[in-house]
């Protein structure tokens, strides 16, 4: 199963909604992605969502300014 290993995000559970409004069950998964972050100095490869890896993005930015 998808997971990130940052936040924990997984697949979820849902519903569908048709035009007629009938409803039925469906998933919706994270965006995962396999990225290579600096983790306590190290180079680790992790699998991570889209919106941890923008987050790391943004905070390595900001310590290099």
Not at 21 to 32: E, L, M, Y
Not at 35 to 44: F, M, T
Request: aromatic share 4%; proline share 2%; glycine share 4%.
């Amino acid at each position: 199963m998808a997971m990130c290993e940052i936040c924990g995000a997984r697949r979820r559970a849902g519903k569908n909604v048709s035009h007629s409004n009938r409803h039925t069950n469906r998933w919706f998964f994270p965006n995962i992605q396999r990225a290579k972050l600096v983790v306590n100095g190290k180079s680790q490869r992790m699998k991570v969502c889209t919106r941890c890896l923008r987050t790391a993005q943004n905070k390595q930015k900001r310590l290099l300014v």
